[in-house]
């Protein structure tokens, strides 16, 4: 089905055709003053120009032309050409019953499905994920849902951070306090996170033990048996603690790869480079040098003069595998935004090899989690909160505001601890992606895990609002039926529902999940307007109750979409303490 504004469109570019005017002008958006329009053309201004004519009259004929159009109510021309559209309330109902019988919501699919490699998460061994992680995964996995939603093939991959300096760090030490590596295959996690600390303090104190660590690292990517038998250890040990925060943040990954399984692929990237002749050596290491703009781009390090592998050129390689393993259309990286000059780098190489020709390769840069301070958020110490501790903090907030097990009927120790977890989840997403992904933002506990205000929890508990309506109207019989429009507030929500498909459009062109939060809200916003203003249990007669259940179902429907597209889970009811 076509939405409001689509259908719009296709009007508007029917009387331009009629007009012998150019078509790429011919569309509408959402009016900037609602109180007069519906919706607005800006075409008569562009057209003014090319044609030399006056917008004014260029755009009265238009208007004279949507004039004669059933489903238009009203049509005028203000300022130097703009075109105000109001729809008749029977073409809106229409569309609302459209959309309320649509699996998709309104929302069509894209007609050139592309295949995305989506990179983020980066996790790495030994370390527990932090707060550092947690955009990474929320923005991450929300575009990937909205991608996947509109059509595109997703392929997500978390890109392990397993072959690097920090593998030879904790070899070393281990080595080190044990003397060998026997006992290796006996240490967890905790012991292995252990280890990593105590040799990134002692690498940074002590050059000595900084160069071992080096030494390691080369030997274990040149294929030194005990080394990789060890690390083989490490790294299962790794992805299993971090699938388990994965998978409290509900973030789907389809690959498992780390930097390890590029390295073949790394060797054959140094040997096309010495090909073309765009590397050197310089000191003993093989780099690449790139052309000097008006900032300085440092050299690509391929090879190290110790004979281990350049942390970028990991990322080259992978790129050539997803390309031509995966055969993606488009590489995108979520990844902080302190990290845009190593993407710049590694995609001009990419370009200089040529080992991704018409791939659109992205890097969405994100803010940082802060403190009230405005500094990256820590713990009360100083040092960096680990992601589980900041979910248990969440947790343990939004659970003093529950009931206590059994105190509600049907809600016993584990529906309230489900509860928990998808109110605590919603506050921490929400809080997320309601900021433009490049923005940082203050984490406050207090502000964000309200029922109130423009948070995860306030959506919810819209949502879980409707479905109390439609239990009730479903014990009282009454039944959903035909969308007829009458009032202001039933108008306004029904607009604001037909916006939908815009919003997520604009959303996957953008790759701004903040799109979609700020519909979320302002439709919830809405609905509570229009639910104080327009009864439904209690409305004039049958026809109106039947109309206003089917608006009210349709907005939870779609705000239930909505927050599955943000990675949130909305649940059939909200409870709170007394």
């Known amino acids: 089905m076509l939405s409001l504004e689509k259908q719009l469109n296709e009007k508007i570019k029917n009387i331009f055709q009629t007009l012998s005017f150019d078509g790429q002008y011919a569309f ?47 049509v005028s021309v203000d300022g130097p050409g703009f075109i105000n559209i ?19 919501l309104g929302c069509s699919k894209t007609q050139n499905p592309k295949t995305i490699v989506m990179d983020f998460g980066g996790p790495n061994v030994a370390k527990a994920l932090h707060v550092g992680h947690l955009r990474s995964a929320v923005i991450g996995e929300s575009i990937r849902r909205i991608i996947d939603f509109m059509g595109d093939k997703v392929i997500s991959d978390v890109h392990f951070g397993d072959w690097g300096t920090p593998m030879g760090m904790i070899l070393s030490e281990i080595i080190l306090q044990d003397g060998d590596l026997s006992k290796i295959k006996t240490y967890d996690i905790e012991a292995i996170s252990s280890f990593y600390k105590k040799a990134n303090i002692r690498c940074k104190e002590d050059e000595k033990a900084a160069e071992t660590a080096r030494l390691v690292t080369a030997e274990l990517q040149n294929g030194k048996k005990e080394y990789v038998e060890a690390w083989k250890h490490l790294r299962a040990v790794s992805v299993e603690a ?95 935004k302190r990290q845009s000059l190593h993407f710049e780098q590694v995609f001009q190489v990419a370009q200089m090899l040529q ?33 589980c501790d900041l979910i248990e903090m969440s947790k343990d907030k939004v659970r003093s505001s529950m009931p206590k097990p059994n105190e509600v009927e049907g809600y016993g120790k584990d529906e309230i601890e489900k509860l928990v977890e998808q109110v605590a989840m919603a506050a921490i997403k929400f809080q997320d992606l309601k900021n433009t992904t490049s923005s940082g933002y203050v984490f406050d506990l207090e502000d964000f895990a309200k029922f109130d205000g423009k948070t995860g929890p306030y959506i919810q508990y819209a949502i879980a609002r409707i479905n109390s309506i439609l239990r009730k109207a479903k014990e009282g019989k009454l039944l959903q039926g035909k969308i007829l429009i009458s009032e202001n507030d039933e108008r306004t929500l029904a607009l604001k ?29 809405i609905f ?3 639910y104080n203003t327009c009864p439904i249990m209690t409305g004039q007669n049958d026809e109106i109750k039947a109309s206003r259940l089917t608006l009210a179902a349709l907005t939870r429907d779609i705000l239930t979409k909505a927050l599955y597209l943000l990675g949130i889970e909305a649940p059939e009811k909200m409870l709170k303490a007394n």
Not at 87 to 104: G, T, V, W
Request: glycine content about 8%.
């Open 355 to 387: 080992i991704a020709p018409n791939v659109v390769l992205k890097h969405i840069g994100f803010g940082t989690v802060n403190g009230a301070d405005g500094k990256p958020f820590k713990t009360r110490d100083g040092g960096v909160m680990n992601l």
């Open 28 to 74: 509408v958006k959402p009016s900037d003053r609602p109180d007069l329009s519906d919706f607005q053309c800006n075409g008569a201004l562009a057209l003014a120009k090319t044609l030399k004519k006056n917008p004014r009259d260029i755009g009265t004929q238009i208007a004279d032309c949507l004039k004669n159009d059933p489903d238009i109510e009203a």
């Open 497 to 525: 529902i037909a916006g939908f498909e815009n919003a997520v459009w604009r959303a996957v062109n953008e790759k701004e999940p903040s799109i979609i939060a700020d519909y979320a809200y302002s439709l919830a916003q």
């Open 528 to 530: 509570s307007s229009f």
């Open 86 to 104: 109001k729809l008749k309330n029977s073409f809106i109902a229409s569309n609302m019953d459209n959309m309320a019988s649509d699996p998709r």
């Open 242 to 336: 971090v699938k388990e925060n994965y998978d409290d943040l509900q973030a789907h990954f389809d690959l498992w790869l780390g930097e390890s399984d590029a390295h073949e692929t790394c060797g054959k990237i140094v040997e096309l480079a010495k090909q073309k002749g765009i590397s050197e050596i310089d000191d003993g290491a093989t780099i690449i040098r790139l052309p000097q703009t008006n900032k300085p781009m440092p050299p690509v390090i391929l090879v190290k003069s110790d004979g281990g592998f350049g942390y970028q050129l990991t990322d080259i390689a992978t790129i050539k595998m997803r390309v031509d393993d995966l055969k993606a259309d488009e590489i995108i990286y979520v990844v902080d």
